[in-house]
């Protein structure tokens, strides 16, 4: 499988398969939000979910793949400290603001500061008509959040921090892919990559949330721990799927792709929590999915 992406990086097949990578990242990674944002503390869901994600990725990470080589290790510490910090505000986001209202101003933010730091970091550019899908999505996605903002009744008291919070994580979204997309590029099986990641990455926010664990009541042990496995599981395949396609692709058009997730945040919203989708709502989820079209089609 490594030999195979290697062989169709920067390739149209690798663009093609990137394309269909980021969709699916998109997709998890609204799951992914959701299993966070459920009946559970932010924070020990969080912490569920990486230690789940950490104890799996060990044999992978050092029997099954490549170790990385020396300079990987410098690129691991500065992945680990950027996602701490990332989930730090995460965790504080959600639980101080409704995940229909947080969730797309993070996911709003995100892309548009990932395609200026690919442009920094990569050199990429884009077409006047690609920028032009980006505003369309990035508007969808801040209109959806204005929506939901007027409308939703919880959280109402601790949605203005919760909100500058909700910026803060899009601006670190934005700089953990495009770090993580120079770690993934620079060794040589991009697995090597993911296995060490995941192992290292889940060790930190177990270890900050180890007192919250002694106040939660025995019966919600179990179901808390199922969360996690699964949450882990999506995270594989969220975070593997779009760094992956980084490595085939470009770094900015990936990113925008992935942020069609507050499309499936909304459906599931509607489907899974129970909120209501009118015209509005459905109108500006057609706008971001719209400004993904014109950004693919317009490249």
């Known amino acids: 499988m490594s030999e195979y992406l290697r062989s169709i990086e920067g390739t149209p097949a690798g663009h093609d398969l990137a394309l269909v990578l980021a969709l699916v990242a998109a997709v998890l990674h609204a799951l992914f939000g959701a299993l966070q944002k459920g009946r559970h503390d932010p924070w020990l869901s969080r912490a569920a979910i990486d230690a789940s994600y950490g104890l799996i990725a060990v044999p992978f990470a050092l029997f099954l793949v490549p170790w990385p080589e020396p300079h990987m290790w410098v690129i691991f510490a500065g992945a680990i400290v950027i996602h701490s910090l990332y989930k730090v505000l995460q965790a504080m986001t959600y639980s101080r603001g409704a995940f229909t209202v947080v969730y797309p101003v993070v996911r709003g933010t995100g892309p548009f500061f990932t395609v200026i730091g690919a442009g920094i970091v990569f050199g990429e550019t884009f077409a006047p008509g690609q920028w032009a899908g980006l505003m369309l999505l990035v508007c969808g996605i801040l209109g959806l959040a204005a929506w939901n903002l007027a409308h939703v009744t919880v959280d109402r008291a601790t949605m203005v921090p919760a909100l500058g919070l909700a910026v803060l994580t899009g601006a670190m ?117 719209v400004g993904a079209v014109i950004m693919e089609w317009a490249g």
């Open 173 to 289: 979204v934005a700089t953990y892919t495009t770090y993580d997309a120079y770690g993934i590029r620079a060794t040589a099986d991009p697995f090597t990559f993911l296995a060490w990641f995941f192992m290292l990455d889940g060790i930190f926010i177990p270890l900050l949330t180890h007192r919250r664990w002694r106040q939660l009541p025995a019966v919600e042990i179990v179901p808390l721990l199922k969360r996690g496995v699964l949450g882990a599981f999506v995270a594989y395949f969220s975070f593997g799927a779009i760094m992956l396609a980084t490595r085939l692709d470009k770094v900015g058009e990936a990113a925008v792709l992935r942020e069609t997730s507050t499309v499936f945040a909304a459906l599931i919203g509607w489907l899974v929590l129970g909120e209501k989708v009118g015209p509005a709502r459905a109108g500006l989820m057609a706008l971001i999915a």
